[in-house]
Every structure is written in C-alpha cells, then in structure tokens.
C-alpha cells in the first residue's frame, strides 16, 4: 500500500527530476495533458500554471495516491498505466518514477508513439539505481530469515528493469519520435537518524511492508539500518548523501 504522507516525505528532493523532465518539454499550447502515475497529485497540480488552457487527466494505480490527488482537486482517476489508453486531443504525456514499475513500458512507449497525433509529446523519467547500495540492502535482508519465507516471491527489480538513455532513444527514434535522452546522478543531502531507510521506505520498501506482519516490519526495519548506515555514513555535520542516477526521455511524435 502506497502512503501519500509517507511518499510526499521528501517532496523536494522526489519534485527536482519532475521538474526537470518538464523543461524539455517544448509543447506550446496542448489541448490534453495526462500525468501518468501520478501519486498524491503535488506535482500534477502545478501542470496547470504551464498549460492552463489544457484539461489535465491523471492516472495512478493506488487508491490512497488516487484519494490525495482528488482531494487536490485534480481529474485522477485510479487505473494501471499499462491499460490507458490516449484520447484523440492528448497533446503531452508524462511519467515521473513510475514507469520502472511496469516491466511492459518499452512496448507500452512505442504503443503511445503510434496512437497519439502528430506533435505530441512523451516525457518520462525512471530510476536508474537498482544495483545501488540500498537496494542490494533491501534483498539482503530480505533474503534473510526469519523475512525469507514471507518474501519469497518478491518480484525483486534489477539494473535491467530500465534502459540506458541510448537505449530508450534508440527505440523511440525508430517509433518515428524526434528524442532528447539522457541521465543524471542527483546527490541528495537527507537529515535524520535513518535518512535512507526513511526514503526508501515511501518507494523501494512499499511491497516488502505490505507483506510482513507489523512485528515483522519492524525486525526487518533493524535488521537493515545497520547495512544503509555503513553503505551511507553520515557526515561531521549529521547529513547523509544520498546518490539517485535517473533516466530521463522526452520524445516528439513526428
């Protein structure tokens, strides 16, 4: 189950990428924009200063995201990227961090590229960091007893989940889409005792809690705070740097 308050945590640190995607995005005056996995709906709501003329659509899968996003005031809808399907005026489509969660996208984005009309845009931007530390923490653990029996089935996510930037071009370009691809390593300055686990607890982590029981939950959370705090020391000052590399294409339909 996804936590909106949890989530919305590190809404600065979670809103630079958005933002930055966004400024690649050369469309002038859409008629239809969609944010796709749009949790609790913080960043799809400034969609409006940029194209207020535009009806905005927003999708995501969790019910609790859905709720917060609503209550915002933005037109979300509760649904599995997978299954949305662009109306004919979808002008721009945009994923922040969601798209890694389907293991389908690559085929999904080249489906887009055909459906939607000439001079429409697609930006995504995914995480490039599941061979970091802290997820290579995350499976340790799991692995472990007494977590191994209740997550067995984990459908654990590897550097493979994403492409390279050149990869997703290299797919987009030959959609017939105009692509500017490329990648960034944000460091992240976090405070507090478990900055890390607090983090991952809103994302990586979201699955393995609503597997455990919540005396499991806690065991486990011991369990990996030692392994994060060697992987991320903190530093003289009592911060922790935490490196984030994201992927990031904005293609335009041609």
Known sequence: ??????????????????????SRVAAVDPRRV?????????????????????????????????????????????????????????????SNAALQWVPTHREIVVRWARELPAGAWIAFQVPGNFDSPSHEAVRQVARSAPFAEALRDMPWRDAGQVDTPVEYAGLLTDAGCVVDAWETTYVHQLTGETPVLDWITGTALTQVKSRLTEEAWQDYRQAIIPLLAAAYPARPDGTTFFPFRRVFVVARVE
């Open 1 to 22: 189950m996804w936590n909106p308050d949890t989530y919305l945590a590190f809404a600065d640190h979670r809103g630079r990428p958005f933002y930055d995607l966004l």
């Open 34 to 94: 969609v944010d796709l996995g749009c949790g609790p709906g913080n960043l799809t709501e400034t969609l409006r200063q940029r194209w207020p003329d535009a009806a905005l659509e927003a999708w995501d899968n969790s019910p609790e995201m859905v709720a917060a996003a609503q209550a915002r005031g933005v037109d979300a809808h509760t649904g599995a990227i997978e299954d949305w399907v662009p109306r004919p005026d979808t002008d721009v489509v945009l």
